[in-house]
């Protein structure tokens, strides 16, 4: 009864978000969100777009506000700011306007899952390439021709970042995909001066504690943003998210401190998981990526028995581990308790 | 230096929405927002969403709360619905999952000029179907072999409703876009009884008067809607929305209320444009449109000096006229004042 599905969407299985239990008792460690709540600006500034007269209307389909302060914080144009509704609407309006059905789309393995997800809705061929033992990108394995490439940087579920020349070098059009680019020592916005096929895609999900409202951008030239904007929904934010993001931009110096924050408690793990016999890889993100000589699919599951959820992955051809989000140093000595008396 | 855009795209105008004004001082008659603020409910319910916890994690990807107060409203199983970052992402989730490129996108015109844009950004083509000069649609016109029809019912900018039978016959997939179907005398709804290949759209933003915060959704049978989740951003609706959207939809009383005063409203207005010599459609959405023996554009263009904004829109065989949104009774006093004092 749905023959007029399109072949590819009928063959999709679909990205599965990582779990959001419907209630609160759990310690939740597998999405990567941020522990700490966002700063207080954003709910001065949620509280005052809470009116009747901001709700009825349309909110600005560009987000002139949001771009001007992205403009600043970023030391771009303001007419190099795309916003979208969350930065998966970013990677899905650029795999809209640059990628035609039959196209190909190019991203290491393993990395975020929604890459491929894109391709194939997109109805285009995907090609992946291979991550070495250490997490780095060879050039000799990029294919010619790609509609696009996507690199998560820092990657995920490995949290490392991919060598600047490397890069630097890549063949356009080039998505950096900076989602966990605020936890990291370094990022790629210098390329936006040198290049003018590379956008970079950033979130306000994690390293600003607004996974709930939904707004991530992209950086790019201007020219390509203008295609963009035609291709996304007119009115892809709204008043509220729209208020909060300008909000949380404008306060960096708490943006910051919750990730030096993070970034501390992220230590203090990857060196307690080493002593437990766990495999860390070194992590510039806010997760920490995590093997074993047991099998952890055990330890996933006996975790979330007891209420604390973390990611359990498994990649054909480098094997399976934990993606242990960074919580409050107190989530973190709760999980660490348990994975002590479960190994 | 765009080459790497899709042709499609770079051909693109893009779909222009109606002007958003960024300061407060007009009356705004063009773009069908609802003159009245929200349920008060659904400000009780955004401030009880308003929280660090709810905003730094990601909401329900499904929109569960949502999915069972739309069933209950509408008589449909909880699977039955899908929901939307406003109804235009409802209609951009149809489109990708329905239409392959080069596939054939129908809908009437004048209309909507949205479906046209997704037509073009899919690389589809698209085909039209005229309506008569009492805004109905002959079967006889209707294409084959349509990977989708979209009609807009009630439709803009004639605000007319397509004759019921001719719907109900209508070859699937059928998008019916009832995004002011709230302020009609009928809907669409029985045909999702009928038949699994027909999908209606709502909106929140008129009728509920939650334009600035992008709520939409879909009814259709669920082995449909399941595929149209899977190619939708997974975190696509946010937190405050979704809290907004379920109040705002328990509320059906208020909602009822303030479409009872906008269709009163309705009433008044066309009554009066038709003695100041315009031709008004009987319209049952929240706005008339109105034709005139004189040349509308300078009616449009003194209106806007005198800070009301309503649309002009000029169709190719149609002729042009004003699209005039139902405001509150002093704005539309002021309308007619000025218009009187121009013809």
């Known amino acids: ?94 795999t809209r306007t640059l990628v035609p059905e039959g196209g190909l789309v190019v991203f290491p393995t393993p990395s975020y899952l929604l890459y491929r997800t894109l391709a194939e809705v997109q109805g285009a061929r995907w090609q992946t390439i291979p991550f070495d033992a250490h997490w780095q990108l060879d050039p000799a394995n990029v294919p010619e021709n790609a509609s696009v490439t996507f690199v998560a940087n820092p990657n995920s579920p490995s949290g490392t970042l991919v060598n600047r020349d490397v ?48 707004f991530g951008f992209a950086l790019a030239d201007p020219d390509l943003i203008r295609h963009l904007v035609k291709v996304k929904d007119s009115y892809n934010c709204d008043v509220l998210s729209l208020a909060a993001a300008v909000a949380a931009l404008e306060d960096q110096e708490y943006m910051r401190s919750t990730v030096a924050r993070i970034r501390a408690t992220r230590r203090r793990l990857s060196e307690a998981l080493q002593r437990l016999g766990f495999e860390v890889t070194e992590s510039q993100a806010n997760f920490v990526w995590a093997r074993h000589a047991q099998p952890v699919r055990r330890l996933y599951e006996e975790l979330r028995q007891r209420r604390i959820l973390v990611r359990y992955m498994d990649y054909p051809g ?14 973190i000595d709760r999980l660490l308790d348990e994975l002590q008396s479960l190994l």
């Open 318 to 331: 480098y094997g399976d581990g934990l993606r242990i989000t960074v919580g409050t140093d107190a989530e």
């Open 1 to 94: 009864m749905t023959d007029f599905v399109r072949p590819q969407v009928r063959a999709l299985s679909g990205y599965v978000p990582g779990e959001q239990p419907h209630d609160d008792g759990y310690i939740k460690l597998n999405t990567n969100e941020n522990p700490y709540p966002p700063s207080p600006r954003v709910f001065e500034a949620i509280q005052a777009a809470l009116t009747g007269e901001k709700l009825r209307k349309y909110p600005d389909p560009l987000g002139t506000a949001f771009r001007e302060t992205a403009a600043k914080v970023f030391n771009v144009p303001p007419e190099a700011v795309l916003i979208g509704n969350g930065s998966d609407d970013a990677l899905t309006i650029l």
């Open 167 to 214: 890069l630097a070098a890549w063949p356009g059009p080039l998505v950096v995909d900076e989602a966990y680019a605020d936890f990291a020592d370094e990022n790629c916005l210098h390329l936006l001066k040198q290049r003018r096929d590379v956008i970079i895609t950033r979130s306000l999900s994690k390293s600003y504690s607004l996974a709930g409202i939904r």
